[in-house]
């Protein structure tokens, strides 16, 4: 089906009169927390506020008052969309009947179920939402911390990392040299970096044709990788290359200060390097106690804490299975943890859990490719059930209609999410 605006939440409008049923009150409201105002924190809660009409009480804590989408940021980079397209507002939520509170969760006291706020507030929570998105694990990419993201920015949340990055790029010499360190699995979105070599690619093409990109992947082989490398060679050959784990990708070491990228001893001078190090579940999570490993484990038929029932977590801080890392999968598991979170609080009538996800690449003009899949819950996990991807060869007009099908696709999810 071709996803737009009007049939994406005409799918959501269907599902969610579906779940409605009467609701059972206990004395006052029940309380949620939702902490991360994101495509899984900003779709749960405003589900939930919608379709219990106001039996729950909802609160959403997210620190910025402006969300930038980190997908579809790679197409500010590639010069496809404008940066303030990316930016929404939680004005939508609020008129919903969401408590929009922006502030820092600093804090979750698991006994007493409470949310500590950075501005020194308390939240109390009948069931906690998180949904923190992703951060960084230290000493991942050795020269490279947090302190260094300015000189060598990692643009892997949404907002002023990824217009530095693009002003970075912008200032290269002619025939300068562009790095990417990629990320080892897993990581948020798995053809990201790969769309962002493409708009690389693509800017340096219309502004510096003579600039060379370096790839180095640490990982043997990557998402659509057969697509990108095909539309590499067909819209920016010569420009790209790719280092991988056999040739010393395993084995690399960065100065910011210097410029430098050193791979398995052989230093490279750089004119910009994205960083994109190993990531993790967002550190409240951590401060939650749930997380095992770099992740939270969770049960998909609930995306419940498998450490605390009383808490759900959504999107890239889960462990859940098969599902990656993506606004599309936040989004959907949101709506599975919603409809659980209304039945355990008010005895609405709780559904199967089902997911479904799709991620959108664009490698150059009107040639966008695709992949994506559903999903059930299983008792170990969530399932993927039947899959889908774009193939190589495919015929023009079939790489512009995948392409325009994502912008139906991100205004549609960003309105699911916001209103």
């Not at 969401?98 to 979750?108: C, F, K, L, S």
């Not at 994205?274 to 951590?286: M, S």
Request: proline share 6%; net charge negative; aromatic share 8%.
């Amino acid at each position: 089906m071709t996803l737009n605006r009007r049939n994406f939440l005409g799918v959501a409008a269907g599902t969610a009169a579906a779940l409605s049923a009467p609701m059972v009150m206990g004395q006052g409201r029940p309380r949620v927390v939702v902490v991360g105002g994101g495509a899984g924190g900003a779709t749960a809660a405003r589900y939930l506020a919608k379709d219990s009409d106001g039996a729950i009480d909802v609160t959403l804590v997210e620190p910025t008052r402006s969300y930038y989408t980190c997908f579809f940021s790679n197409l500010y980079i590639g010069g496809f969309r404008e940066i303030d397209s990316l930016a929404h507002s939680y004005g939508g939520l609020a008129a919903s009947g969401v408590n929009v509170v922006h502030d820092w969760a600093v804090g979750i006291d698991r006994d007493a179920r409470t949310v500590s706020l950075a501005g020194g507030g308390v939240l109390p929570y009948d069931r906690l939402i998180l949904a923190p998105g992703i951060d960084f694990v230290d000493g991942s990419v050795p020269g490279w911390d947090v302190s260094a993201q300015n000189a060598m920015p990692h643009a892997y949340k949404g907002g002023s990392q990824t217009e530095l990055l693009k002003a970075q790029i912008m200032a290269m010499p002619e025939g300068g040299l562009f790095a990417m360190v990629a990320p080892p699995n897993p990581y948020r979105c798995p053809p990201g970096p790969y769309e962002r070599i493409s708009m690389v690619a693509h800017l340096l093409k219309a502004n510096n044709p003579t600039a060379k990109i370096l790839l180095i992947d640490p990982k043997d082989k990557y998402s659509k990788q057969a697509l990108f490398e095909e539309g590499w060679q067909n819209h920016y050959p010569g420009m790209i290359d790719r280092i991988g784990p056999d040739f010393g990708a395993a084995n690399v070491e960065v100065n910011p200060v210097d410029m430098t990228v050193t791979i398995d001893g052989t230093v490279e001078k750089v004119d910009a390097c994205n960083v994109i190090p190993a990531q993790k579940a967002g550190r409240i999570c951590e401060l939650a106690g749930i997380t095992e490993g770099n992740w939270v484990p969770v049960s998909g038929h609930t995306m419940q804490s498998r450490l605390d029932e009383n808490i759900h977590v959504l999107g890239d801080a889960t462990n859940q299975g098969d599902m990656p890392k993506s606004g599309f999968s936040a989004n959907s598991q949101a709506k599975v943890a919603a409809m659980a979170v209304r039945g355990a609080l008010t005895g609405s009538r709780v559904f199967p859990a089902k997911f479904s996800n799709t991620c959108w690449s664009l490698i150059a003009t009107d040639d966008g490719v695709k992949v994506g899949a559903t999903y059930e819950a299983t008792d170990e996990k969530i399932a993927k059930v039947d899959g889908f991807i774009s193939q190589t060869g495919e015929n023009p007009d079939l790489r512009r209609v995948t392409y325009e099908e994502s912008i139906g696709w991100y205004a549609g999810i960003t309105s699911d999410m916001f209103g």
